[in-house]
């Protein structure tokens, strides 16, 4: 289970755990060839010379080679991947308060510090220290004071923090204490103390820009048109088939597909388009409706359009991703959005009713280390330790009423909480799919666009779809008790 502990306030969840409970296990008759038939000769063929050989040569022989299979089957059956666990080691705040300076270590009542931004600290993704980012901070921090102003959306956000703020931090305060008394949180160890947040470069291959490539394309006939692929094994798959139609994999074990030189695993029972929100036709013609949609769009701010780490989506262009084609009745559509009040205000009161989409609740994403601090002071003026999620249902639709047979749906709550340790690859999101189980029907068909991985059970669709699947990602286990190895305590 993902969810490690459920109250009131929301859910303690362990990212990690839901990965790798996708179950990363290849199908042992995929992973190595099987033996070749070449061996049996055609009934009408003259004798060889390997024929001719004495017949106890060829039992030993076969004997051996029998032999050498079945060791190779056991050692199959037990070959798996799993997430390397470094990418969730975030023992550290990125940012340290004045008040978290020494955090006091052994404190089973330990919980989110809520500390003010001294002003001092700067912002060091997944641990990265910058020696000149202090001195930079400092002087565009006295330039905030000798203004003595400030602009219209930074009096939006401290209204709005000064809103949630202690939701926030007694919600999340009751989740870590669970956490630090099951022992799922705990205070970090000298060893880890001393371990840096792990970041890593760019791996895979341009698959945004393979999207971009794909318009210029010949375009396929109608008659062409594939709703879907299913992989069958591990191959390599034409650029343009991934582009064109919906791929599936509809098996109980993982498959790994070459794209463009480099490796990627696909869950079981998941499915994915790599496309962006322009090419969305072979989406819509796979599958009717979906009952779920997660949407993550490439929000513009400053730090993407310095980073120049994706392209960003303006307002107009995410109105047109075409959400009334693609969701079934009472569809609950997520929407993630940064802490900027214009994003929000827009989701709530511009696109949701443009999709003619109900808002019914703004859940957050509380991020924290493994000792249960968050991961940038709650109060800081630089970033906040949390993110918005916005909820609502698909209006003007009815669907046909629930059967007596059929599971309760509860109602959407508001104010809830979704408190976990961050991965440190960049925009990989928490699950979502145990926590929305309360409030969507079983057989639910789910989406999420603008993916960056693939869950079980679910389409994927985005011009990066594959980015968190690349095998350099994960580890090749062939014992399951391999996993333990990498803990670090």
């Given at each position: 289970?993902?969810?490690?502990?459920?109250?009131?306030?929301?859910?303690?969840?362990?990212?990690?755990?839901?990965?790798?409970?996708?179950?990363?296990?290849?199908?042992?008759?995929?992973?190595?060839?099987?033996?070749?038939?070449?061996?049996?000769?055609?009934?009408?063929?003259?004798?060889?010379?390997?024929d001719l050989v004495a017949p106890s040569t060829i039992d030993i022989t076969y004997s051996a080679g029998a032999a050498v299979q079945r060791a190779?089957?056991?050692?199959?059956?037990?070959?798996?991947?799993?997430?390397?666990?470094?990418?969730?080691?975030?023992?550290?705040?990125?940012?340290?308060?004045?008040?978290?300076?020494?955090?006091?270590?052994g404190n089973s009542d330990a919980g989110p510090r809520e500390g003010k931004d001294s002003g001092?600290?700067?912002?060091?993704?997944?641990?990265?220290?910058?020696?000149?980012?202090?001195?930079?901070?400092?002087?565009?921090?006295?330039?905030?004071?000798?203004?003595?102003?400030?602009?219209?959306?930074?009096?939006?956000?401290?209204?709005?923090?000064?809103?949630?703020?202690?939701?926030?931090?007694?919600?999340?305060?009751?989740?870590?204490?669970?956490?630090l008394k099951s022992g799922f949180l705990h205070p970090i160890s000298a060893k880890q103390s001393s371990i840096k947040n792990v970041v890593t470069g760019h791996v895979g291959c341009g698959m945004a820009e393979l999207c971009e490539m794909a318009k210029r394309f010949p375009s396929l006939n109608e008659n062409d048109h594939r709703s879907a692929q299913i992989i069958d094994e591990e191959t390599s798959i034409p650029e343009q088939d991934l582009l064109s139609c919906v791929t599936e994999n509809d098996t109980d074990y993982a498959k790994i597909i070459n794209l463009m030189g480099q490796k990627y695993l696909v869950p079981p029972k998941s499915s994915f388009l790599l496309s962006d929100i322009s090419c969305m036709q072979p989406l819509m013609n796979y599958k009717?409706?979906?009952?779920?949609?997660?949407?993550?769009?490439?929000?513009?701010?400053?730090?993407?359009?310095?980073?120049?780490?994706?392209?960003?989506?303006?307002?107009?262009?995410?109105?047109?991703?075409?959400?009334?084609?693609?969701?079934?009745?009472?569809?609950?559509?997520?929407?993630w959005v940064t802490n900027r009040q214009?994003?929000?205000?827009?989701?709530?009161?511009?696109?949701?009713?443009?999709?003619?989409?109900?808002?019914?609740?703004?859940?957050?994403?509380v991020k924290i280390t493994r000792s249960g601090e968050f991961v940038f002071p709650l109060d800081s003026s630089h970033k906040?330790?949390?993110?918005?999620?916005?909820?609502?249902?698909?209006?003007?639709?009815?669907?046909?009423?629930?059967?007596?047979?059929?599971?309760?749906?509860?109602?959407?709550?508001?104010?809830?909480?979704i408190v976990s340790v961050p991965c440190t690859l960049h925009s990989h999101k928490p699950p979502l799919t145990e926590i929305l189980t309360e409030y969507i029907k079983p057989d639910a068909e789910c989406l999420e666009l603008f993916a960056r991985c693939l869950q079980p059970g679910w389409t994927s669709c985005g011009n990066e779809?594959?980015?968190?699947?690349?095998?350099?990602?994960?580890?090749?286990?062939?014992?399951?008790?391999?996993?333990?190895?990498?803990?670090?305590?």
């Open positions: 289970m993902s969810v490690v502990h459920q109250l009131s306030a929301g859910w303690l969840l362990d990212h990690l755990s839901f990965i790798n409970k996708a179950g990363y296990q290849l199908c042992p008759s995929h992973q190595y060839p099987a033996p070749s038939a070449s061996r049996v000769a055609p009934v009408s063929s003259a004798p060889s010379t390997e190779e089957a056991t050692l199959k059956k037990k070959k798996k991947y799993v997430f390397r666990e470094e990418f969730f080691h975030v023992f550290k705040p990125h940012i340290v308060s004045a008040s978290q300076q020494k955090p006091q270590q001092n600290g700067t912002e060091q993704h997944e641990g990265a220290k910058n020696s000149d980012g202090d001195s930079f901070a400092s002087a565009r921090k006295k330039h905030k004071r000798k203004c003595s102003v400030f602009n219209q959306g930074e009096l939006d956000a401290l209204e709005y923090h000064t809103k949630i703020r202690g939701l926030i931090l007694e919600g999340t305060r009751c989740l870590i204490e669970e956490g009717n409706k979906y009952d779920v949609i997660v949407i993550d769009p490439p929000w513009q701010n400053k730090s993407v359009k310095r980073s120049n780490r994706y392209n960003h989506l303006s307002s107009w262009q995410i109105k047109q991703i075409p959400i009334p084609s693609l969701a079934a009745p009472n569809c609950l559509v997520v929407t214009k994003h929000l205000r827009f989701v709530r009161d511009e696109l949701y009713p443009h999709w003619s989409v109900k808002t019914l609740a703004e859940w957050h994403w906040k330790p949390y993110e918005v999620l916005v909820l609502g249902r698909v209006q003007g639709i009815i669907d046909f009423p629930l059967r007596k047979s059929d599971v309760e749906v509860l109602p959407i709550p508001d104010h809830k909480l779809v594959l980015k968190f699947q690349h095998i350099d990602y994960f580890i090749a286990l062939h014992n399951e008790n391999e996993v333990g190895s990498f803990s670090l305590t």
